[in-house]
């Protein structure tokens, strides 16, 4: 038993060892060309747009693992938001927005 605590405690402060982080967190380039980070904040993620008109401003909080997330997008020219989605493959993200979800816009963000 005290073999096991041993081995676990030296895998977790041997450089290069880490937990990895969720495959949406990053930075993204928007469909607008601006750079989205998708950060973890509490339980959730956040997206914060980087550059751009709106830099500085929050734009999502999506909730999820892997990857599928779910969870609210502003539309930052019109400050409307909307239920939204993310869907990771590879380095692509594909975000979607929805009203009553029957009426949905989607994009694809490239990863940097």
Known sequence: MKLRIWIA???LTVPGVA???EPIEGNWKT???ST??????GGSF???????KHAGKRIGKLD???ADYTGSITDPETDKTYS?????????????????AVLCKSQTWSRL
């Open 46 to 52: 956040c997206i914060t747009l980087k550059t751009g």
């Open 31 to 33: 469909a607008t060309g």
């Open 84 to 100: 939204g989605s993310g869907a990771v493959n590879g380095n692509s993200l594909r975000m979607k927005g929805c009203v009553l």
């Open 36 to 41: 989205a980070a998708i950060t973890k904040c």
């Open 64 to 66: 999820g693992s892997g």
């Open 19 to 21: 937990l990895a982080a």
């Open 9 to 11: 405690a030296a895998l």
